[in-house]
């Protein structure tokens, strides 16, 4: 939540021509982090949360995308995203976290002939 926040801060100093591009799908990806968690949890299986465990990082990966682009084309500087960034690492390394917790514990054990 921290980052979505975070983002939708950041996403007001891009330019108004970028409203309904860039800064639009900035707004999507880091929405769809915590919905897709949320969504994950209230499902019936642990093999179906970590699904939606594994979009909520793709969604992750595109908004970290989204950053780096807004900063080479110069509409942010390291500045205004470093706290972003940082919240990016601490978010993917909870995903990850989380995601290797569900994993089946007999998983990548091979079968007893």
Request: net charge neutral; glycine share 4%; aromatic share 8%.
């Amino acid at each position: 939540m921290n980052l979505t926040i975070e983002i939708y801060k950041i996403a007001k100093f891009l330019p108004k021509e970028e409203t309904y591009a860039l800064s639009d799908q900035m707004r999507r990806a880091v929405i769809s982090i915590p919905s897709n968690i949320a969504e994950g949890q209230g499902r019936n299986s642990d093999k179906e949360f970590i699904n939606f465990l594994s979009i909520a990082r793709g969604s992750l990966w595109e908004l970290e995308t989204q950053l780096e682009i807004c900063l080479r084309i110069g509409y942010l500087d390291t500045n205004q995203t470093s706290n972003a960034y940082n919240l990016i690492t601490e978010v993917s390394k909870m995903l990850n976290a989380l995601s290797s917790s569900l994993q089946p514990k007999t998983e990548g054990l091979k079968p007893k002939a």
